[in-house]
């Protein structure tokens, strides 16, 4: 059995290795081209987000996307997917590193089932928030590995932990078990009374966790970004809430119901739980305590879609990391006691059957992949930025602003990839169409139209095809009166297809 699971994990790897070579290809997708597009805005005009940019996400992820496209020169795709597998390659260290206590063939597959469980998101799942905080939290779970952890270790892991939550906040929620597991360590191997074990444990913790937050809200202060922040945090963020990842308007009767019921759900990854658990139960008691300190951290990113609502597929990122490696610990060689008084070689055998048939039924080749290989159209938005790329590269002049009215629809990537001027501080207008009668969302519209009129750019594209990510539900409209009346009075159609128009200033 043992040479079965290590041929099927040679071609695990095999794929892994051959889906990377070809993600070199991938394009900019989804949330990408967005981000990157605002950090391209931070960088050539100086803007400060918030400020001079009206979104939604965290200064951290602002920061990592400027990071990336500092290093990648903001200059197309290739750069860019050598970032994203070199990160990649670094948190498959990182993994293979802390899993090898387990054991070599445990913490290959651990290494080796994540990075395919990532590939397998293709595009759109490429470099997500939730990826780029799991550097940091890999990085924290591996000096939480320790037997023993000292004060700079503390110091350490709260500062990691403070890095990813200043990209995504719950991201601490791993430190409960952390602290927990600390805590109790302190409290069995030294002896300590509980409240100076949690002082011993939390404050070098807390320390750290703040410092990365502290640094983050001094720049906000530093650049006048703190109060449109704290608006937006406090006014649109609870508007937001309510939004679930099918793109409706969850109602507040029927949130709790709607969360409970998609939180069970586990992003369609439970699966994963049966070989985990055998896999925890199989690991040699000298390493139970790191085995349940892993399971805590599944569970508690079990839970971390629930804090936003959304439960959008890259969301489970953290929770697949930690239950796939769980479910490696089933190739744990396990002791002569087991249940049942089973034998231990039967035990292996089942074990490995269990986990062999989880891969077999969990683990696929990307779509993008499939359609590489297949030499078919990776995304549709894709052809879609290029043809708008291509319009403004041919007809934009030095001085002439852009105004999109979309999201994901490909215009942000092509105003990225012609370093088109941006004309407002708003960037997307998903945010005029829900919520619509909100004193707030009146002020956002009223704000927009003052804005556009005072910039009147030359160009406003507007993407207009069924995949646009519409709201729906109570208090949402597609209706936006007065930006129709400006367009109309103000503005030609000079290019009209199917899924987008460019209007052109008269």
């Known amino acids: 059995m043992r040479r079965i699971t290590t041929l099927v994990l040679i071609l695990l790897a095999v794929l892994l290795i051959a889906q990377a070579a070809f993600s070199l290809q991938w394009p ?28 939604f996400q965290m200064p951290g992820s602002f920061a990592a996307y400027y990071l990336l496209g500092r290093l990648s020169g903001f200059s197309g795709f290739f750069r860019l997917r050598l970032l994203d597998l070199g990160i990649l390659a670094a948190l498959l260290t990182i993994t293979f590193l802390f899993m090898r206590r387990f054991g070599k063939p445990v913490a290959f597959a651990a290494s080796i089932l994540f990075g395919l469980k990532y590939m397998q998101g293709g595009a759109f799942m490429s470099l997500q928030r939730e990826y780029l905080l799991l550097g940091f939290v890999a990085l924290a779970v591996w000096l939480s590995m320790r037997d023993v952890l000292t004060y700079k270790h503390r110091l350490l892991i709260g500062i990691l932990f403070g890095l990813s939550a200043v990209i995504k906040p719950h991201a601490a929620l791993g430190l409960l078990p952390i602290l927990l597991f600390d805590i109790i360590d302190l409290i069995q ?9 949690a002082a011993t444990s939390t404050l070098p913790i807390g320390i750290g966790f703040a410092l990365p937050v502290l640094a983050v809200i001094a720049w906000l202060a530093l650049t006048d970004a703190l109060t449109p922040f704290i608006d937006i945090a406090l006014h649109y963020w609870p508007l937001y809430a309510q939004v679930n990842g099918q793109m409706e308007i969850t109602e507040s009767g029927t949130r709790i119901p709607f969360l409970l019921n998609q939180s069970l759900r586990l992003g369609g990854h439970a699966l994963w739980f049966i070989p985990a658990l055998l896999g925890v139960y199989l690991v040699p008691q000298e390493n139970k305590r790191q085995a349940y300190l892993l399971a805590g ?19 489970y990122i953290p929770f697949i990391y930690f239950i796939v490696i769980l479910a490696s610990l089933a190739l744990t060689e396990q002791h002569p006691l087991s249940i049942f008084r089973l034998p231990p070689s039967f035990l292996f055998l089942l074990s490995s059957l269990i986990f062999l048939f989880t891969i077999a039924v969990t683990i696929r080749p990307s779509n993008t992949f499939l359609r590489q290989i297949q030499n078919r159209p990776i995304a549709k938005t894709t052809d879609r930025a290029e043809e708008i790329a291509s319009y403004l590269e041919e007809n934009m002049q030095v001085g002439d602003t852009v105004q999109p009215l979309d999201w994901t629809g490909g215009t942000l990537l092509a105003m990225l990839e012609t370093r088109a001027p941006l004309a407002t501080k708003y960037v997307f207008d998903f945010y005029f169409y829900h919520h619509v009668s909100t004193p707030y969302i009146q002020n956002l519209r009223a704000d927009f139209m003052d804005e556009l009129q005072a910039a009147n750019p030359r160009f406003i594209v507007e993407v207009i095809a069924v995949d646009k990510p519409w709201l729906t539900g109570p208090d949402t409209s597609r209706e936006f009166p007065e930006l129709r009346a400006f367009l109309k009075e103000n503005y030609s159609v000079t290019i009209l297809e199917d899924d987008y128009i460019i209007y052109e200033k008269r």
């Open 28 to 55: 900019i997708a989804h949330d990408e081209a967005p981000l990157l597009y605002e950090a391209f805005l931070m960088h050539s005009e100086g803007r400060v987000p918030y400020r001079d940019l009206f979104d």
């Open 189 to 197: 191997r030294r002896k300590l009374t509980l409240l100076k074990s």
């Open 297 to 315: 951290l599944a569970v508690c990113y079990a839970i971390y879609p629930a804090f936003s609502g959304q439960f959008f597929e890259y969301h």
